[in-house]
């Protein structure tokens, strides 16, 4: 009986504690449920908000002249809060806030926008993406007046999220210079090489996290906000850019070459006003500027004839040669040990002077010349790549600049008795073009050399940062005799040597042509690195400039037939757009009538806000409708009148009465090929006004 008792008073203990257990835990849910849980939902809530990275606004990269390379343009995906809204806003706007959306989308019909925005509200929701699809400015400006939209973020819970996107206004021109940066940070060019200034200051802001992984942003006073990036101004000349990619196009698709580079440098300052590389696609069906050749290491190659400017430096500095001296040549090879070097012409030159054996770009001449005088001391050779700044990479702005490669005397297992005269021509060493360009640049700046450089300026607005002024990093290669006679060896190239097809009447070019073959897999092929690397013009430089066209097909593949008719071409147009290596032509130029004399006004044709300057400056009456941006000029009662000039249309415009300047412009903006001969204004046109424009055809202007 105790027995049983014992076990009936255990069981009832038992009960009795789950029933108290039971008690205390719904006493616990209730109290966290109605004591404490505004605490705990405050908790839950915090653990979904974060601050969070908030990108700066990029800096802008510009050209010379201010036009711009690269912006940042602020695109925005719209969401909203469809709570924040009062029932009665709410109510008189939903529907046509519906249709707006979806005539604006296109997506969806307008009452599913209305039912996907009602049952957002119903449910609580308080961030709903009404389309991942970006907007610009424009139609977030036209957005904002939507009805309910119109109340804003606070009264009508809409949110334009931005999201920037970088944007190129002149599309791929210079793209390899301008660069890119991608989402590791990883890049080229300018982009890259500054990214330190452009990237800005990033700030924080409160974010939270809502259903479906999402991010919504919390406005709140402890936000930082971010500091926007700086912008760059570049030396880059827009105008010279498009002419150097155009004339390198144009070559490159001719001779049906692997790849091209121009570099395009002021002489005095160092400004690079145009970098360009083409190179052929995947498919090979096209060009494109993948790989900056000009500068970087890829670009590092045997550069042939051009180099040979630097052994002339040398002989002419030692006092070995003077220009009267003769080499000779024989019949075009010579052997040096176990290789024979020979020249172009087959049969050879026989005896040239030192003058000729240079301009006629004699391997046999050079290469006998440097050896008999630098054979038993290289090393005094290769001082002079120290002395002239060829030895050694330039400092250059953009990141990836190449090292120049060449080889040590000292270096018993790689110096042999070959190869200082082959190195004399070119070979057996590896340099940019750029390291190139640079030495023909302080030899047309009377010795002085000066950095390579392609920005100017860091600035925010008005304030600048950093400036870059042009930086000396040798004051003379050489006497000034020496020099003297460079620069008359350049001007003979083009005058009577090599690279005669480019002279001209108008101004003088100096320069050198360059063919080396390309080594591959250790042996030389027939195929050629053709170049031309001069300045111009002559008698008083102003521009600097490389030409190199890798592996052109077809006869001819030399440099003075390939890539010196490229820097001919660049640097007409240069000469004719700027004005200021026309003041000769100026001053010549017949002063313009009195406008009572006239029977047509001085002033033709041309672009009509320019025309308007001028005439507005002189007191001169004229008169425009505004009906076009080129125009032709005629005299009604004593005073201008300037009518359209229809260059826009789908046809050969009419540029009778322009400046060469103009007539380029409109011309090769509509795809055509341009010669010219004489100077002032235009007088004809080898293919009437108003004909079918045919794609890559060719029109010729007379001026006069």
């Not at 004719?576 to 406008?595: M, V």
Request: aromatic residues 10%; charged residues 25%; positive net charge.
């Amino acid at each position: 009986m105790n027995i049983k008792k014992s076990i009936l008073l255990r069981v009832r203990l038992a009960f009795l504690a789950m029933v108290l257990f039971a008690g205390a835990i719904l006493y616990r849910i209730a109290h966290v449920q109605f004591v404490d849980g505004d605490k705990w939902r405050q908790k839950a809530e915090d653990i979904n908000l974060q601050y969070r990275k908030v990108s700066a606004t990029r800096g802008n990269i510009y050209s010379a002249d201010g036009s711009l390379l690269a912006t940042s343009l602020p695109f925005y995906r719209v969401a909203m809060d469809p709570g924040i809204a009062s029932e009665k806003d709410f109510r008189a706007g939903i529907d046509s806030l519906a249709m707006n959306l979806s005539n604006f989308y296109k997506d969806k019909s307008a009452n599913a926008y209305k039912r996907i925005i009602n049952d957002a509200r119903i449910d609580g929701r308080r961030y709903l993406v009404l389309n991942r699809r970006q907007i610009g400015y424009q139609a977030k400006q036209n957005m904002s007046t939507w009805p309910i939209f119109r109340k804003g973020r606070m009264g009508g819970g809409v949110l334009f999220e931005k999201v920037e996107k970088r944007y190129r206004p002149f599309k791929n021109l210079a793209g390899r210079t301008v660069g890119f940066l991608n989402e590791d940070r990883y890049g080229a060019g300018l982009e890259y090489s500054f990214n330190g200034y452009l990237e800005g200051k990033n700030g924080e802001a409160l974010f939270q996290k809502i259903a479906g992984g999402t991010w919504k942003p919390v406005h709140d006073a402890e936000d930082i906000r971010p500091e926007d990036g700086y912008d760059i101004v570049t030396t880059i000349d827009i105008n010279i850019q498009d002419v150097a990619e155009s004339a390198l196009l144009r070559q490159l698709m001719n001779k049906d070459a692997e790849y091209g580079s121009v570099l395009v440098m002021e002489v005095k300052t160092g400004h690079i006003k145009a970098i360009a590389n083409l190179e052929k696609n995947e498919s090979g069906s096209g060009y494109g500027e993948y790989y900056n050749y000009a500068v970087g290491e890829q670009g590092l190659t045997e550069p042939g004839s051009t180099f040979k400017l630097l052994s002339m430096l040398a002989l002419l500095e030692e006092g070995k040669v003077n220009l009267k001296d003769t080499v000779d040549t024989g019949n075009g090879s010579y052997k040096f040990y176990n290789q024979t070097m020979r020249d172009a012409k087959y049969g050879g030159y026989g005896k040239l002077t030192v003058r000729e054996a240079f301009e006629k770009s004699s391997n046999v001449g050079i290469s006998k010349l440097v050896d008999e005088h630098f054979g038993v001391k290289p090393e005094k050779f290769l001082s002079y790549l120290e002395q002239v700044g060829m030895d050694k990479p330039l400092g250059f702005q953009i990141k990836g600049e190449g090292v120049p490669y060449f080889k040590d005397p000292k270096d018993k297992k790689n110096w042999y008795g070959t190869t200082l005269p082959w190195m004399s021509i070119g070979y057996e060493l590896k340099v940019s073009p750029l390291h190139t360009l640079t030495l023909y640049n302080a030899v047309a700046n009377g010795g002085k050399v000066v950095k390579p450089m392609v920005v100017q300026r860091i600035q925010k607005g008005n304030h600048i940062e950093e400036e870059f002024d042009t930086e000396v990093l040798r004051r003379s290669i050489a006497s000034s005799s020496t020099i003297k006679q460079l620069q008359s060896l350049l001007e003979g190239v083009v005058e009577k040597g090599t690279a005669r097809n480019i002279s001209n009447s108008e101004y003088k070019i100096a320069g050198k042509t360059g063919t080396a073959q390309k080594l591959v897999n250790g042996r030389y092929t027939r195929r050629y690195y053709t170049s031309f690397a001069g300045y111009f013009p002559a008698d008083d430089p102003k521009y600097s400039m490389i030409i190199v066209i890798d592996s052109p097909k077809g006869f001819n593949a030399y440099g003075g037939d390939v890539s010196a008719p490229v820097f001919k071409e660049i640097a007409d147009k240069i000469y004719a757009q700027d004005l200021k290596l026309n003041k000769e032509e100026e001053k010549s130029a017949p002063a313009a009538p009195q406008l009572s004399q006239v029977v047509f006004p001085y002033i033709q044709a041309g672009m009509a806000d320019e025309l308007q300057m001028i005439c507005n400056k002189f007191g001169l009456s004229n008169h425009y409708d505004g009906a076009d941006r080129w125009v032709k000029s005629s005299v009604v009662n004593r005073s201008i009148n300037w009518k359209s000039n229809k260059v826009e249309a789908p046809m050969v415009p009419d540029v009778s009465g322009m400046t060469l300047k103009d007539a380029l412009y409109v011309l090769e903006n509509k795809g055509l090929r341009v010669d010219y001969i004489g100077r002032g204004r235009v007088k004809k046109q080898s293919v009437p006004a108003g004909s079918n424009i045919s794609k890559g055809g060719s029109i010729r202007i007379v001026l006069g």
